[in-house]
């Protein structure tokens, strides 16, 4: 009785939020160039790019729809790609938005974070900033498709662990290769560091869709989970004086009797709700992975930011739409509701995975 008042309490906060809707983190997908040619790309992003990089200006007037008084003190803008980090104007980027007294980070493979670079980036006023490893050396240079990928990306976190000002953490999409290597690479970031690693798992989209050596089954999942939750217990339960290193899954989808286990909060899909993306093209969406065609919400280029985001996402905030294909006669998609956005690709006739189920296989 005590879990039931417990996720029907959690409902009610998740339904405030939702009709409340505060904006407080937007992705800009500021190039689709890369010098990484990654096997799990959302964005399929090459060394080129697909399209030429958004123009700062451009952004900027999406931004300033926002009105001052409704900017929250946490407010983010996130520089996403591609590689960040190959657009020449970065700095000035991040100074323009500081300008605007909004916080900003980076989402970056790490390629080209040097101490110079930091030294740089914390001058614009950076944040934030999340680079990823996939694994030991041989899985991530396979995962990353360039060889020397793992050195440099150790190199960047080496560096931006030590920054005390920087919220930081690490990401790891957790595949078939890296699955036994979780160990190695917790002693590895710790010993580096780190202070946050946040884990997830790959839905069958972008180049990720049709490689077998990309996706968990049931029991690689639930070897997933029972990892991040014994990780989770050794940091509360510490003895030492040190603080241990917090590992985390991502916001994928509700994993039942896991929940708590290996989260801070319970699952709640953010996207469209408090999450907003201005796309290559001047789209505006919730999450920059999430379906274009079928989810996408207006341009920047046609219609007020601030407007849309006040007036549209209708599909991320009202979930019942979702009720159909394999989440048509669930048990949990009170708690669920069809899972993570980016879990709905293609005709929508039903989410590409459930790890729910994976969880009770």
């Known amino acids: ?62 931004l300033d729809t926002i009105p001052r008084k409704d900017i929250p003190k946490e407010f983010t803008v996130v520089l996403t790609g591609g590689e960040p980090l190959m657009r020449p104007d970065i700095e000035l980027i991040g100074k323009s938005i500081r300008e605007r007294g909004m916080g900003w980070g980076i989402v970056s493979n790490g390629w080209f ?10 001058g614009a006023g950076m944040g934030a900033l999340t680079i990823s490893l996939d694994g030991l050396e041989s899985e991530h240079d396979w995962m990353r498709g360039v060889p020397g990928s793992y050195s440099r990306t150790l190199s960047a976190i080496s560096v931006a662990a030590a920054e005390p000002r920087l919220n930081f953490d690490v ?16 002693t590895l970031l710790e010993g580096l560091g780190v202070k946050q690693w946040r884990l ?22 639930r070897t997933l989970m029972d990892f991040i939750a014994a990780k989770r217990s050794l940091s509360r339960h510490q003895s030492s004086g040190r603080q241990r ?17 290996v989260r801070q909060v319970p699952f709640f899909c953010h996207a ?11 789209r505006i969406n919730a999450c920059p992975n999430i379906d274009r065609d ?12 601030y407007e849309v985001w006040n007036t549209r996402f209708v599909q991320f905030r009202h979930r019942d739409w979702a009720r159909r294909g394999k989440c048509s006669d669930c048990p949990v998609f009170a708690n669920c509701q069809g899972g993570g956005m980016h879990n709905w690709h293609g005709d929508c006739a039903g989410p590409l995975d459930c790890h729910w189920q994976k969880t009770i296989e």
Not at 113 to 122: A, C, F, I, N, V
Not at 272 to 282: E, F, K, P, Q
């Open 113 to 122: 974070y040097s101490e110079k670079m930091h030294s740089r980036l914390m």
């Open 1 to 62: 009785m005590t879990e039931r008042i417990k996720w029907w309490l959690w409902r009610k906060f998740r339904d405030a939020e939702t009709r409340t809707h505060e904006l407080n983190y937007l992705f800009w997908e500021c190039t689709t160039s890369c010098n990484l040619a990654c096997r799990h790309c959302g964005s399929d992003c090459k060394l080129a790019g697909s399209a030429k990089d958004m123009p700062l200006e451009d952004f900027l007037a999406a």
């Open 171 to 186: 990401v790891t999409c957790v595949n078939r290769r890296n699955l036994t290597q979780l160990e190695q690479m917790y």
């Open 200 to 221: 997830f798992t790959i839905i069958p989209i972008g180049r990720a869709a049709n490689d077998p050596d990309m996706r968990l089954d049931g029991k690689q999942l």
């Open 245 to 261: 290193m917090t590992v985390t899954f991502s916001c994928e989808g509700y994993l039942g009797k896991y929940e708590t286990k």
């Open 272 to 282: 469209g709700v408090n999450i907003a993306s201005v796309l290559i093209d001047g």
């Open 294 to 305: 079928a989810f996408s919400q207006g341009s920047i280029y046609t219609d007020n930011f």
